[in-house]
């Protein structure tokens, strides 16, 4: 990695680095896996104790969660830097200054 860090980027990097068409089904297990270390270590408050304490903490699995899901967006041949700003121009006119996970009187 070059520290010019972007979607764009990462998906490129993930794209040369971990692309497997026709595996669809264990990337997307390998998310599910990863969102439930989220919850684990949300759980045990594993946060690090110095900006590079990484391992073993919730910011390594946040980045495990980001990882397969630009993965999953690759074998799909989605370019996510052109999908953010579409959703979020969309969650924007339904429930204006709220985040999505907040929305009320679903």
Same mark, same amino acid.
């Given at each position: 990695?070059?520290?010019?860090?972007?979607?764009?980027?990462?998906?490129?990097?993930?794209?040369? %680095?971990?692309?497997? /068409?026709?595996?669809?089904?264990?990337?997307?297990?390998? #998310?599910? !896996? *990863?969102?439930?270390? +989220?919850?684990?270590?949300?759980? %045990?408050?594993?946060? /690090?104790?110095?900006?590079?304490?990484?391992?073993?903490? #919730?910011? !390594? *699995?946040?980045?495990? +969660?980001?990882?397969?899901?630009?993965?999953?967006?690759?074998?799909?041949?989605?370019?996510?830097?052109?999908?953010?700003?579409?959703? *979020?121009?969309?969650?924007?006119?339904?429930?204006?200054?709220?985040?999505?996970?907040?929305?009320?009187?679903?």
């Amino acid at each position: 990695m070059d520290g010019n860090i972007t979607v764009k980027y990462l998906q490129d990097y993930l794209r040369q %680095k971990d692309f497997k /068409p026709g595996q669809e089904r264990e990337y997307f297990l390998k #998310l599910a !896996e *990863e969102v439930g270390e +989220v919850a684990r270590a949300m759980h %045990k408050g594993l946060l /690090p104790k110095a900006p590079d304490d990484v391992i073993g903490t #919730l910011g !390594e *699995e946040l980045w495990d +969660v980001m990882y397969y899901t630009l993965a999953l967006a690759n074998l799909y041949g989605i370019d996510m830097e052109t999908v953010i700003p579409i959703k *979020e121009a969309h969650n924007e006119k339904r429930r204006p200054g709220q985040a999505p996970a907040f929305e009320t009187g679903r």
